[in-house]
Nanobody
Protein backbone atom coordinates (compact mmCIF):
# COMPACT_ATOMS: atom_id res chain seq x y z
CA UNK A 1 0.00 0.00 0.00
CA UNK A 2 1.37 3.39 -1.02
CA UNK A 3 1.79 5.73 1.93
CA UNK A 4 2.92 9.34 1.81
CA UNK A 5 3.31 11.38 4.97
CA UNK A 6 4.00 15.11 4.85
CA UNK A 7 5.55 17.20 7.60
CA UNK A 8 7.19 20.58 8.08
CA UNK A 9 4.34 22.98 7.53
CA UNK A 10 3.68 25.94 9.79
CA UNK A 11 3.22 29.66 10.12
CA UNK A 12 5.92 31.94 8.75
CA UNK A 13 6.23 35.61 7.91
CA UNK A 14 6.57 36.76 4.32
CA UNK A 15 10.17 36.46 3.21
CA UNK A 16 10.79 33.51 5.49
CA UNK A 17 11.56 29.87 4.73
CA UNK A 18 10.13 26.42 5.41
CA UNK A 19 11.21 22.92 4.43
CA UNK A 20 8.53 20.34 3.78
CA UNK A 21 9.27 16.63 3.96
CA UNK A 22 7.47 13.69 2.39
CA UNK A 23 8.12 10.18 3.71
CA UNK A 24 7.23 7.48 1.17
CA UNK A 25 6.58 3.78 1.67
CA UNK A 26 4.80 0.85 0.06
CA UNK A 27 6.24 1.12 -3.46
CA UNK A 28 9.52 0.96 -5.37
CA UNK A 29 10.74 4.48 -4.76
CA UNK A 30 13.03 4.71 -7.81
CA UNK A 31 10.17 3.82 -10.17
CA UNK A 32 8.04 6.80 -9.24
CA UNK A 33 7.85 10.55 -9.58
CA UNK A 34 7.01 12.51 -6.43
CA UNK A 35 5.28 15.85 -6.61
CA UNK A 36 4.17 18.63 -4.32
CA UNK A 37 0.74 20.17 -4.85
CA UNK A 38 -0.99 22.91 -2.90
CA UNK A 39 -4.53 24.07 -2.42
CA UNK A 40 -5.47 27.50 -1.16
CA UNK A 41 -8.92 28.15 0.33
CA UNK A 42 -11.50 28.47 -2.43
CA UNK A 43 -9.04 27.58 -5.17
CA UNK A 44 -8.24 24.49 -7.20
CA UNK A 45 -5.34 22.29 -6.25
CA UNK A 46 -2.23 23.10 -8.30
CA UNK A 47 1.03 21.34 -8.99
CA UNK A 48 3.99 23.16 -7.49
CA UNK A 49 6.98 20.95 -8.19
CA UNK A 50 7.93 17.40 -9.07
CA UNK A 51 11.01 15.19 -9.11
CA UNK A 52 11.72 11.99 -10.99
CA UNK A 53 13.54 9.86 -8.44
CA UNK A 54 15.49 7.77 -10.95
CA UNK A 55 17.34 10.69 -12.53
CA UNK A 56 16.52 13.65 -10.26
CA UNK A 57 14.80 15.53 -13.03
CA UNK A 58 12.86 18.50 -11.64
CA UNK A 59 9.78 20.45 -12.63
CA UNK A 60 8.56 23.76 -11.17
CA UNK A 61 5.48 25.93 -11.38
CA UNK A 62 6.61 29.24 -12.84
CA UNK A 63 5.58 31.28 -9.80
CA UNK A 64 7.86 29.30 -7.46
CA UNK A 65 10.86 28.90 -9.74
CA UNK A 66 13.97 30.33 -8.13
CA UNK A 67 12.36 30.29 -4.67
CA UNK A 68 11.51 26.61 -4.15
CA UNK A 69 13.84 23.63 -4.52
CA UNK A 70 12.70 20.01 -4.65
CA UNK A 71 15.10 17.20 -3.77
CA UNK A 72 15.04 13.51 -3.00
CA UNK A 73 17.01 11.18 -0.75
CA UNK A 74 16.45 7.80 -2.34
CA UNK A 75 18.17 5.89 0.46
CA UNK A 76 15.78 7.40 3.02
CA UNK A 77 12.77 7.36 0.67
CA UNK A 78 12.25 11.05 1.36
CA UNK A 79 11.38 14.02 -0.83
CA UNK A 80 11.86 17.59 0.36
CA UNK A 81 10.58 20.97 -0.73
CA UNK A 82 12.74 23.86 0.42
CA UNK A 83 10.67 27.02 0.22
CA UNK A 84 12.45 30.36 0.45
CA UNK A 85 11.29 33.95 0.11
CA UNK A 86 7.76 32.86 0.93
CA UNK A 87 4.84 35.06 -0.08
CA UNK A 88 1.28 35.23 1.31
CA UNK A 89 0.06 33.71 -1.97
CA UNK A 90 2.05 30.57 -1.14
CA UNK A 91 -0.43 29.87 1.69
CA UNK A 92 -2.31 26.61 1.42
CA UNK A 93 -2.38 22.93 2.25
CA UNK A 94 0.61 21.23 0.64
CA UNK A 95 0.24 17.65 -0.49
CA UNK A 96 2.80 15.07 -1.50
CA UNK A 97 1.76 12.81 -4.39
CA UNK A 98 3.25 9.86 -6.26
CA UNK A 99 2.82 8.44 -9.75
CA UNK A 100 4.86 7.02 -12.62
CA UNK A 101 5.68 10.39 -14.17
CA UNK A 102 5.60 14.10 -13.37
CA UNK A 103 3.84 15.56 -16.37
CA UNK A 104 5.23 18.16 -18.73
CA UNK A 105 6.95 21.52 -18.78
CA UNK A 106 5.48 23.99 -21.26
CA UNK A 107 6.36 27.66 -21.62
CA UNK A 108 8.55 27.31 -18.54
CA UNK A 109 5.60 26.17 -16.45
CA UNK A 110 4.81 22.79 -14.90
CA UNK A 111 1.67 20.88 -15.92
CA UNK A 112 1.25 17.76 -13.77
CA UNK A 113 -0.19 14.44 -14.83
CA UNK A 114 -3.03 12.89 -12.86
CA UNK A 115 -1.41 11.58 -9.69
CA UNK A 116 -2.87 8.46 -8.16
CA UNK A 117 -1.51 8.44 -4.60
CA UNK A 118 -1.71 11.28 -2.09
CA UNK A 119 -0.69 12.19 1.40
CA UNK A 120 -2.91 13.91 3.95
CA UNK A 121 -1.35 17.34 3.54
CA UNK A 122 0.41 19.88 5.72
CA UNK A 123 -0.70 23.47 6.24
CA UNK A 124 1.56 26.33 5.21
CA UNK A 125 0.51 29.84 6.23
CA UNK A 126 2.51 32.87 5.17
CA UNK A 127 1.58 36.09 6.94
CA UNK A 128 2.11 39.51 5.40
Amino acid sequence: EVQLVESGGGLVQAGGSLRLSCAASGFTFDDYAIAWFRQAPGKDREGVSCITTDDAGTYYKLSVKGRFTISADNAKRMVYLQMNTLKPEDTGVYYCAADRRCGVMYNDNYYPTDFGSWGQGTQVTVSS
